[in-house]
T-cell receptor, first 115, second 112 residues
Framework: GAVVSQHPSWVICKSGTSVKIECRSLDFQATTMFWYRQFPKQSLMLMATSNEGSKATYEQGVEKDKFLINHASLTLSTLTVTSAHPEDSSFYIC???????????FGQGTRLTVV | GDSVTQMEGPVTLSEEAFLTINCTYTATGYPSLFWYVQYPGEGLQLLLKATKADDKGSNKGFEATYRKETTSFHLEKGSVQVSDSAVYFCALSMSSGYALNFGKGTSLLVTP
């Protein structure tokens, strides 16, 4: 299957700093990527839909100024958590589809810990 | 709106036991259905899928059949192994432009 690579796999940052998470489609072009957040022992919550060359679409309740998404190329989307606080600590996962396929491929996730 | 409901866990089974994880869905149209598996500290891996009614998805001994009449997509495996211990997510998607809707996940622990 297609490969989605997410980096870093884990990061620890100080409160008030910003953290950037990258999501790359390695062997295909992804016009749309999705960002999810997962709390411990819970399901995935869709945060936003990232569209190449245009603004991301955020889900209700997700602060777009705090979670900046950039999808500047067909193989890269980034999520920047700005002015991170301990409550932003979570597992963030991206996914992408190949063309018009219904199957979604997921990155390995990023464990963010804000101290 | 579209949603997925799956059985609460955790589920604990002995090795070689039969596994069923129930999943039902609510959708306005005809979604594609998926089972994903997540191992500790990792992202999600597609386990199997079905794109239309009566389709059966299968992989690694796991099976699920898309039942439109009961709006269900139950996951089954005849003989589980310790290595099957993970969290299993049922999900649906209405089309390729939309994100997946996930169930809450079911944790499976298989003991020797």
């Amino acid at each position: 299957g297609a490969v989605v690579s997410q980096h870093p796999s884990w990061v620890i940052c100080k409160s008030g700093t910003s953290v950037k998470i990258e999501c790359r489609s390695l062997d295909f072009q992804a016009t749309t990527m999705f960002w999810y957040r997962q709390f411990p022992k819970q399901s995935l919550m869709l945060m936003a839909t990232s569209n190449e060359g245009s603004k991301a679409t955020y889900e209700q309740g997700v602060e777009k100024d705090k979670f900046l998404i950039n999808h500047a190329s067909l193989t890269l989307s980034t999520l920047t958590v700005t002015s991170a606080h301990p409550e932003d600590s979570s597992f963030y996962i991206c996914s992408a589809r190949v063309g018009q396929g219904v199957e979604a491929f997921f990155g390995q996730g990023t464990r963010l810990t804000v101290v | 709106g579209d949603s997925v409901t799956q059985m609460e866990g955790p589920v604990t089974l002995s090795e070689e036991a039969f596994l069923t994880i129930n999943c039902t869905y609510t959708a306005t149209g005809y979604p594609s259905l998926f089972w994903y598996v997540q191992y500790p500290g990792e992202g999600l891996q597609l386990l199997l899928k079905a794109t239309k009614a009566d389709d059966k998805g299968s992989n690694k001994g796991f099976e699920a059949t898309y039942r439109k009449e009961t709006t269900s997509f139950h996951l089954e495996k005849g003989s589980v192994q310790v290595s099957d211990s993970a969290v299993y997510f049922c999900a649906l998607s209405m089309s390729s432009g939309y994100a997946l809707n996930f169930g809450k996940g079911t944790s499976l622990l298989v003991t020797p």
